[in-house]
Nanobody, 120 residues
Framework: QMQLVESGGALVQPGGSLRLSCAAS????????MSWHRQAPGKQRELVAS???????NYADSVKGRFTISRDNAKNMVYLQMNSLKPEDTAVYYC??????????????WGQGTQVTVSS
């Protein structure tokens, strides 16, 4: 069964850095598109960054130049390096795995989330 476990969330001061990790198990990570999403209190969950199986990346405008998504298929890990953090980056961050199979159906799985708080 697919499982994603996020870690690395913390309280950090504005301008600081964090690296989030997502440990994947129960599926072949290398064929999945992976992404990080976040949800702040009272707001909808939003896409932060994604990386495809062939390493194409995409970022929300609000994090471009500050965040970097990466993957290590050999270790079944996905990472989000976050630099120059701002208070508006405060949210619960979720890892997602997604694949479209031959039938056209999309399989998707979410982790439980990790809290990032940016505050002085």
């Amino acid at each position: 069964q697919m499982q994603l476990v996020e870690s690395g969330g913390a309280l950090v001061q504005p301008g600081g850095s964090l690296r989030l990790s997502c440990a994947a198990s129960g599926f072949t990570l290398r064929v999945y598109s992976m992404s990080w999403h976040r949800q702040a209190p009272g707001k909808q969950r939003e896409l932060v960054a994604s990386i495809t199986s062939d390493l194409m990346t995409n970022y929300a405008d609000s994090v471009k130049g500050r965040f970097t998504i990466s993957r290590d298929n050999a270790k079944n890990m996905v990472y989000l390096q976050m630099n120059s953090l701002k208070p508006e980056d405060t949210a619960v961050y979720y890892c997602n795995a997604r694949i479209t199979v031959s039938s056209g159906a999309t399989l998707s799985s979410w982790g439980q989330g990790t809290q990032v708080t940016v505050s002085s």
